[in-house]
Nanobody
């Protein structure tokens, strides 16, 4: 499988912003869906944001209005812009590319830590 490389995590104070990036390290067929998940210690993995095909993005209620997912098909890259960060956003964030038609795959990034301090 082609690995996905994530970047942009770090430590930020409450109210601050971060932008996460996720890019395929090699040539791939275009994914049908791109997703961002997060997981905090002792908690279930949570779907944060998704784009399926050409549909409008969808977000978890907890981040709606604060986070924006975007996609650059030419670069096989997905971004997560995170504004007005809260301590409860602290988690490891994972990107995911999925293709369900010919040449199907399910690729995951290595995870990047986001820590929001108060």
């Amino acid at each position: 499988q082609v690995p996905l490389v994530e970047s942009g995590g770090g430590l930020v104070q409450a109210g601050g912003s971060l932008r996460l990036s996720c890019a395929a390290s090699g040539r791939i067929f275009s994914p049908d869906a791109v997703n961002w998940y997060r997981q905090a210690p002792g908690k279930q993995r949570e779907l944060v944001a998704t784009i399926i095909g050409a549909d409008s993005p969808n977000y978890a209620d907890s981040v709606k209005g604060r986070f924006t997912i975007s996609r650059d098909n030419a670069k096989n890259t997905v971004y997560l812009q995170m504004n007005s960060l809260k301590p409860e956003d602290t988690a490891v964030y994972y990107c995911n590319f999925r293709r369900t038609i010919w040449g199907s795959y399910d690729y995951w990034g290595q995870g990047t830590q986001v820590t929001v301090s108060s």
